[in-house]
């Protein structure tokens, strides 16, 4: 795994655990989408799309999120 | 504004707090003035300036010299006019035969124990004494000088930037008051008494060895040439003074800069700035020889790789060669193979004109900014809760406040002009509270003393926070009426349940915090009940991996208690920089536009691209440990960094250099030579804030402007070499003065709408909102909603860092700042400063050194997970068991070689306050350093060799 990687899986798992801290999974992962969303350049978000789909480990809502990310960014791949 | 030298207007006597007016007669005028004013700043306000030289308008009135004596109908004798305040239906009278004599006789007394050197003196034709001498027309001395008398008393030249002569000293206690009372340092007496009365500085000692921090405060109050800058020495008086604003921290204090032709002679804090007030600090009052350092370099230079010498250029050649590489990158790796990092100690002009180069030029968002490091989560928090990026006072509300919190910040060392004034406030009766892992000054200053010191273990402090707002919900202390009518109620539920639960009492988390229960109980009481309470934090909050929930619990606690939107209260970020919170608002963050604007909403774009005649990309850019990562990998490769050493001041100082080496091309626009720029590629050499125009935004988000003073060495300001890099790169811009681009910045901004240049001089400055709703600024934010509608009670769960001490790391690191120095260093390290700073130490607390064999002065060195340095060791109790502390001053401290990649979770931010470390005796420089050096001295000769090419 680059460092890059490493350090967006680190990112990742650490959005998740903070940006609904106690709330129910579903919450988590649809605000940690969000804010990946928000803040990350495309290709970051590619990248750890990849890995995921590479069967990368990441933690429960952070695949959640991904999954939901994957189905925004294609749909707006398309529609670009 | 361009004005020929005349000493600033001194009314005498402080201004009142606004009270009923007085009507009063003096010298057959009728002047009303407010209850509580002096005799003397009545008389002052109708136009007659009574003679005094113990009293000063910075200063409470003294009556000590007895020159400003005057006749007032109905009382006996000749009251002190700066002491006898105003009352209705006075008849004063300030000039009269036997006022002459009386003021006469005084002032012969003291000109006879005075040296009559008045030619050769340094302050001839800018000394009060020897005004008031002539105001007084006083023709002979008939006492001589054959008694007793101190005109060869020694003088002090231990402080670098002024002298003390003792001989010209007429021991009117201005300096001992100024010292006291504007400073709040106590390092000035008045030691003796009758004839013996003297000037001492601590206890008998030189002004170096004693206590005084060199604010210069005492400087500026001094009447004569007993207290003088060696600047004004060495180059005599001022011909010529232009207001300008610091370029040291983000209290944005307003300067005259004295000059004599094209020098500057000396920065004299200036009366009518609004964040300081008259006052200032050792590093903008003296620290400004760096501008004109001989380690500046004035022409541009390139090379192709950064182990051949630099080529002298001319700047056609350094933005034709920037332009082309840019563009070979691009069309070899992609739109998004490079980006740019602008600077915090920029202008807003600057910093705006990178972030349209890269948005309208590069075709990307890779920009972002050193608030990144500092007080992105400030940013982040703020926004979510309260509606906006910042800070929501004047500093001049602390007057007001009842209760001070200060949290993760030590104003006193990093902020000493704010520092002076909540010193003020403090000594007046305010409560205050310390959060800090250490014992900062203010838990124990000279008539100053924390009512509570919460000495929190580095990386707890939202447990901390939450902690508190659990306390004050659970006795129900909390401001019912105020969350009701201006929070978002269901939010708040939401939140209530969240706090009230018991994993949050102050019992629960005393492992974790490190904090006595019952002290922290004590003290969210008191924040709650204590009256007006304000929050002042700075890095110590930010800097965490929970940076941003921290700042947001803090926001929760103003809003929890009803402290918000009034004079008194509010969240207040101390920021780093000077111009920390004007590139944050310039849209210099990789995912916004200007004015805190997402570049995801199309109508905001949309109004940038037809401004800009472009397509902007709706989509973030990295930030820049995304950058660096991905250069690492070798998709990104091209970086322009202006003003910016990240190779210093970056976390993981290994991994930047690093990442710096993998870049194709790098250009570097500074002053200096810095760290950053012995990787570059490309120098293109900056301006000093001395040389150019601009505004800079202070923490209080107060516009000031940075006027010009000198020319550009290099011949050309910091925007004019963006501009030329802009229009070679095919993005076209054609600013002529740095007043049109802020113009285009109000264009675009809506809280900029009435700002300009020509308001600006109008107001002097001007705190944003500035528009049609605010004309002249907004002093406090949210006083009758949040700018987002509703108070948002965000959720702040408390989770522990990832970055723990164990056996193997068992002690924490956390860095800050001291007084003399300013971030990298690079400013104040060319400078005299660095006589109170020479390097960084590390401080431990006695146990721990101890436990090790370290003693004061022995060579440690720190282990972390990431990397060590050297540092000396410096044994202290400010530090408690378990916690170890440094600055970052110096690049051979390398105290970022030992800090990790952890960052805040929402905004990266590095977490600078928590590093395991280990820390042992050793007897040499760590391996970095010695590479480091070797890397350093290789780079110095390339430098010394670069000839022209």
Redesign the interface.
Known sequence: MSRQIEQLVKMANQIALNVAAGQDEVIVARETAAHIRKFWTPAMRRQLLDFRRAGGAVAPAVAIALAALDNTDSNRSDTQ | MLQFYEPQQDYGTPEAVAGAPVQLSIDGRIVSVPEGTSVMRAAFEAGVKVPRLCATDSLQAFGSCRVCLVEIDGMKGYPASCTTAVQAGMVVRTQTDQLARLRRNVMELYISDHPLDCLTCPTNGDCELQDTAGELGLREVRYGFAGANHLHAPKDTSNPYFTFDASKCIVCSRCVRACEETQGTFALTIQGRGFESSVSAGQDESFMDSECVSCGACVKACPTASLTEVSIIEHGKPEHSVVTTCAYCGVGCAFRADLKGATVVRMTPHNDGKANEGHACVKGRFAFGYATHSDRIASPMIRDSIDEPWRLVTWDEAIAYTAARFRAIQQQHGR?SIGAISSSRCTNEEVYLVQKLVRAGFGN?NIDTCARVCHSPTGYGLKTTLGESAGTQAFASVAQTDVVLVMGSNPTEAHPVFGSRLKKRLREGARLIVIDPRGIELVDAPHIRADYHLAVNPGANVAVLNAMAHVIVSEGLHDETFIRERCDSEQFAHWLA?IRDPRHAPEQLETDTGVASHLLREAARLFATGGNAAIYYGLGVTEH??G??AVMAIANLAMLTGNIGREGVGVNPMRGQNNVQGSCDMGSF??ELPGYR?L?DTATRTLFEREWNVVLDP?????I??MF??A??G?FRGLYCQGEDVAQSDPNTQHIQAALAALDCLVVQDIFLNETAKFAHVFLPGSSFLEKNGTFTNAERRISPVRKVMQALAGKEDWEVTQDLANAMGCPMSYAHPSEIMDEIARLTPTFHGVSYARLDELGSIQWPCNDRARDGTPIMHVDEFVRGKGFFA?T?Y?ATEERANRRFPLLLTTGRILSQYNVGAQTRRTANSSWHGEDTLEIHPHDAEERGVKGGDWVGVQSRVGNTVLRAQVSERVKPGVVYTTFHHPVSGANVITT?N?D??T?CPEYKVTAVQVSRVTEPSAWQARQRQFDRRQQKLLETAAPG
């Open positions: 998004n968002n969240f991996s929970q941003s929930t990789p995912h997402h995801s989509e973030p850019g990295m930030r440990p995304n990562d991905a690492l990998d998709e959720l769960e989770v990649d960052s979770w929402a990266n």
